[in-house]
């Protein structure tokens, strides 16, 4: 039924022409990104898909093509127009936005107004609580080339409606996106965070931060961990890594089972393209749960897990505020590459998550 509802509202966004011919709508479904600050990921079909995107004809006297967003429950969940000078980003995830664009949230109610121009925020903003009173109003100013935009933090107000920050100077409070935790707050001047800001992750890990800035720019952080660790830190988050880069690695890896290992005819093993190894990089960078896939017998499997390179701690995992985490890391043990106008430049299959 729901698949059914969703496809009635695709055929009352296409347009009909004057000869009854039905102009293109480009549709694309998709899923939010976990990772702070990245695009949304692009999904190949509704299912398991967050919100779709529907790319509708100009209307008439108009040049913009507008842009539709709406939640799977078939709720609205953007309106827009598109910058129309760059047609073959109205094919594509990042398409440019132009003009006034609204947010709404999942049910209806409206929760951001702003204004864009070639794709990029600018002007001012507001923004809602979902009781419908003003939560906030920012200024933002793209750079000369329309990205780096700066915003300007100007008016702030509580859930009661009280207002704790005026003309750029006062408290300014960050919530999460549906306004249920207090995520981080801290003192503005001259619309600028200035001074030392709090936050909490509200998630399992239980992280707690400070940040400090000095006229809208980060000094530095301190993260506490689940057990009152403290752990000072100058970038948000940071990957997990090896010494030089995990390619490194696997060269070394690779070079040591071709000097030191062999299979139970005596012959050089040669891996194959699914060869893959899998590990958890520990706080304090060992590893642990190492296991590896491919075409090779046990014993051998084995042979590689307990090699020397496999035991030194060369792998730092992933931080957050500063705090490590358990990395999951699955990697090929295969090194590929394709040539540039440069040279060879070489690269694997590479994934990693925080592990539970």
């Known amino acids: 039924m729901l698949k059914n509802s969703l496809y009635l509202i695709f055929l009352l966004g296409c347009s009909i022409n004057a000869n009854g011919q039905q102009k293109d709508t480009v549709v694309y479904y998709f899923r939010y990104n976990v990772i702070k600050g990245a695009k949304d990921l692009l999904w190949p079909t509704i299912d398991s898909a ?25 709720k609205i969940k953007f309106v827009g127009k598109a910058y129309s000078n760059k047609p073959t980003d109205l094919r594509a995830p990042e398409m440019l936005l132009a003009g006034e664009g609204m947010c709404f949230f999942p049910d209806g109610k409206r929760k951001q107004i702003s204004h864009y121009e070639k794709g990029y925020k600018s002007g001012e903003e507001y923004s809602y609580y979902p009781s419908g009173k003003l939560f906030s109003r920012v200024k933002n100013s793209p750079g000369k080339l329309y990205f780096n935009v700066k915003t300007a933090f100007i008016d702030c107000y509580d859930k009661s409606g009280n207002m704790i920050c005026e003309n750029g100077k006062g408290h300014w409070i960050i919530y999460n996106d549906d306004f249920t935790k207090n995520v981080f707050e801290g003192p503005v001047d001259k619309g600028l965070m200035d001074g030392v800001w709090h ?41 997990a890594g090896y010494k030089n880069s995990p390619i490194t690695f696997v060269e070394s890896l690779d070079d040591y089972i071709g000097r ?97």
């Open 50 to 74: 967050d919100y779709f995107r529907t790319i509708l004809p100009a209307d008439s006297g108009d040049d913009k093509p507008n842009v539709q967003e709406y939640y799977i429950n078939g």
């Open 199 to 239: 936050g909490a992750t509200g998630n399992s890990d239980s992280i707690k931060y400070t940040m400090t800035y000095i006229k809208g720019r980060f000094i530095e952080g301190n993260g506490t961990d689940k057990d009152g660790v403290s752990y000072p830190f100058v970038t948000e988050s940071t990957p």
């Open 260 to 356: 030191k290992l062999r299979d139970q005819n005596g012959a050089k093993i040669s891996l194959k393209d699914d060869a893959e190894i899998s590990f958890i990089i520990e706080k304090n960078g060992t590893l642990s749960n190492i296991e590896i896939s491919g075409d090779l017998d046990s014993g051998l499997k084995e042979k590689i897990k307990n090699s020397p390179l496999l035991q030194e701690k060369g792998w730092s995992p992933q931080t957050r505020f500063g705090i490590p985490f358990r990395t999951k890391i699955v990697m090929s043990l295969i090194v590929k590459g394709h040539d540039t106008r440069y040279g060879i430049a070489k690269y694997i299959n590479f994934n990693q998550n925080i592990a539970e």
